[in-house]
């Protein structure tokens, strides 16, 4: 790849304003590999405080942002160039937003008596919009309508009815709170992602360009490979390692797609079913430790639950999840009576060429386990992998792909950012009107008590969010709205927040936009729609293990160990009756009178009633004897 130029752009050799691109493509690659410097100084110094650190690395990522992503996209166009203009303006408007942010002084509580000096109202009128125009050009419309309904609220919500009706605030007031506070834009969702996600971003940057990315799918298809399904089931082992080092289940799905897509259609699986499967592994990516996407960062800052104990909690029910995935997987294998693939190289073999790959991350695993901060981890993993791949010749890198991982990691970063400022917005408007006490006693009083319809009904919010924000924005989104009324169900607060971040992953495989599947379709050339339909099958976990959650000591730390077994199994016995029970399949077909008792052992097992939920595990434990007896006998 070619650092010098727009990645996101074609290369033909002659194009209009072609001496502009490149002056924008260096001037991108400058001011992006400043930003990771900048970062990693930061990390590592911590010299600049907290308020005054994160408006400038906003203003940062929006500069970078209106030169990577530009007003006209379309070089051909005669307003190409007027694009260009109106986006360096814009930009100049960043800088003197940051100008006037650099020398507030916060001590001084005069404006909140006397408001706020001119070009101080109009440096924070000009940063919240910008900000919205940054989150359309980098997570779309949907993220910047929901801010705007919120502010909304805020300002005229004395104009609505009795029960949802508040106090007004004057636009003076919502500036000194959404960008002159640390209560708004520059919250504690942005405070993680321009500490912790930004190093773990860059962390992964590293890691792709090292060739770490492909040691872990080369490793997943000779472990899984010679297996029935192999190429299948490498895919979920990949995408299991890959899926939180890259941030997003697109880019994941794409990334590793274009490896095990094709293998797994070869093999003789469906392109819908190709596509689903990538889909589902590549999202649970983002719940794997011991790096979990940016939510999980987020969720420390929210609970004040130290990152080792939720990456802790959090192995279970990630394993289950990936149980779960490689079951389909596999019962789909034997459905259409694939075989294994012929030849995968020796795991030996992959190991001897790349194990060094495995250290960086046995290093931030061990720091994180020992409660060491998770911005110095990602320093001292961004280290480890410069430092391990100058250890072999095939995976040392030179200057060039140095800064190619210092531009991506900051370019890849951007999205998140936006999102995490534009959700501050969100999270302001919660905290400054009490909606969410509203939103709270709502959703208490339609689910009439019952947690199970609460927890439907969060469902279909994280739904509806997840269709157009990322991840890391719905799971923020969801948590201050949704949290409180788990709280009041007596649930412990880890856990609360664990079954939101895990219900925000949702809307990358459910239909009717399942964005991880759709892009899994465009690779596999196979039907969006149906791929959706495969990719929500195939991520049942997401929707069964937050349920579990809820009705087992799945993540609760206080647990002893024989609650915790019990409850893995209570979850395995749920995931193992779903499967069989939609595919109609387990060792042989299932007769109708196995199918019926695979369905009725889902609710026996999951709600317990009268005490005897462990019936299920037993109806489903003599469902498997009977079906190997019968495969025995057959054969």
Known sequence: MDIMTDKNLPEPEHLPHERTVNLFGYLILGIAVALSVFQIWQGISSTISATYFRPIHLCWVLILIFLHYPLVSNRKSH??????????????LIVFAAYRMSIFDYNDINHLFYGLQLPDMIAGCALLLLLMEGCRRTVGWVMVLIAVLFLSYSAFGDLLPSGFAIKSYSLQELIQFQIFSANGV?????????????????????????????????????????????PAKAAVLASAGLGSISG???????????????????????????AGIEAAASTGGQIMPPIMGAGAFVMAQFTGVPYSEIMLASIAPAILYFFCTLLYVHLMACKLNLKAVSRTEAVISVMKDGAHHLIPLALITTLLMMAYSPLLVGVAGCAAILVTAALRKHSRIGLKKFIEGMKNGALMALPISAACGAAGIIVGVVGQTGIGLQFTQFVMDFSGGYMLIALGLISLVALVLGMGLPVTAAYIVLAVMAVPMLSDFGLPLLTAHLIVFWLSQTSNVTPPIALAAFAGAGVANANPMKSSVEAFKLAGGLFIIPIMMAYTNLVNSDAGFVDLTFSIIQTLTIIIAIAVAIEGYLLRPLTGVERLLAFFTIPLTMLNPFGV??????????LILVQWRGKTQEA
């Open 79 to 92: 307003l190409y160039l007027v694009g260009r203009v109106v986006d360096l303006a814009l930009c100049g």
């Open 248 to 274: 997003s289940a697109i880019a994941n799905t794409v990334t590793t797609g274009s490896i095990t897509i094709p293998m797994m259609k070869k093999l003789g699986y469906k392109p819908e079913q190709a």
């Open 613 to 622: 939920g462990f019936l299920g595990i037993v109806i489903m434990f003599g």
């Open 186 to 230: 520059f919250g504690s969702a942005l405070g993680i992602a321009a500490t912790t996600v930004f190093i773990f971003v860059l962390f992964g940057a590293f890691l792709e360009v090292t060739g770490a990315g492909k040691f872990f799918i080369d490793l997943a298809f000779s472990i899984a490979g010679k297996y029935r399904g192999g």
